[in-house]
C-alpha cells in the first residue's frame, strides 16, 4: 500500500518498534524514505508536493492535482529534464488517485 508524504512513521521509528516489539523488521513493510529513489523522483516529489489539489465541490471528490503552475515551477526551480519529471509526477499522482479511489469504497 502507498501513503503519500505525510506519513507519520519513518524507517528510524519502524526500526524502533520493531525492536521494542521483539519482531525481525520487514523490508516489504518498511516505509520508503524519498533519498531511497534516483534524484529524478525526488525533484518529481517535490514539484508534485507544490502543485494544488483539485477537489470536486459538491460530493468532496479528490481530482487529482492542478497542472496550470508545473511549468512555473519548471522554471522557478531550473528543472533540466521536465518531461522526465512530468512523467514521474503522473506515475505518482496515478498512485495516489487509485489509493484514494479504493480508500473512499
Given at each position: 500500500m502507498v501513503k503519500e508524504s505525510s506519513a507519520s512513521i519513518d524507517v528510524e521509528k519502524y526500526l524502533?518498534?520493531?525492536?521494542e516489539l521483539g519482531q525481525e523488521p520487514d523490508p516489504?513493510?518498511?516505509p520508503l524514505e524519498t533519498s531511497s529513489f534516483p534524484v529524478e523522483v525526488q525533484v518529481a516529489f517535490f514539484i508534485?508536493?507544490?502543485?494544488?489539489?483539485?477537489?470536486?465541490g459538491m460530493?468532496?471528490?479528490y481530482l487529482g492535482k492542478d497542472w496550470s503552475s508545473a511549468n512555473f515551477l519548471f522554471e522557478l526551480y531550473e528543472v533540466e529534464e521536465p518531461k522526465t519529471i512530468t512523467y514521474?509526477?503522473?506515475?505518482?499522482?496515478?498512485?495516489?488517485?487509485?489509493?484514494?479511489?479504493e480508500e473512499a469504497e
Amino acid at each position: 500500500m502507498v501513503k503519500e508524504s505525510s506519513a507519520s512513521i519513518d524507517v528510524e521509528k519502524y526500526l524502533r518498534i520493531c525492536e521494542e516489539l521483539g519482531q525481525e523488521p520487514d523490508p516489504k513493510r518498511m516505509p520508503l524514505e524519498t533519498s531511497s529513489f534516483p534524484v529524478e523522483v525526488q525533484v518529481a516529489f517535490f514539484i508534485f508536493d507544490f502543485l494544488p489539489d483539485r477537489w470536486e465541490g459538491m460530493s468532496g471528490t479528490y481530482l487529482g492535482k492542478d497542472w496550470s503552475s508545473a511549468n512555473f515551477l519548471f522554471e522557478l526551480y531550473e528543472v533540466e529534464e521536465p518531461k522526465t519529471i512530468t512523467y514521474f509526477m503522473k506515475l505518482y499522482e496515478n498512485i495516489i488517485m487509485n489509493y484514494r479511489a479504493e480508500e473512499a469504497e
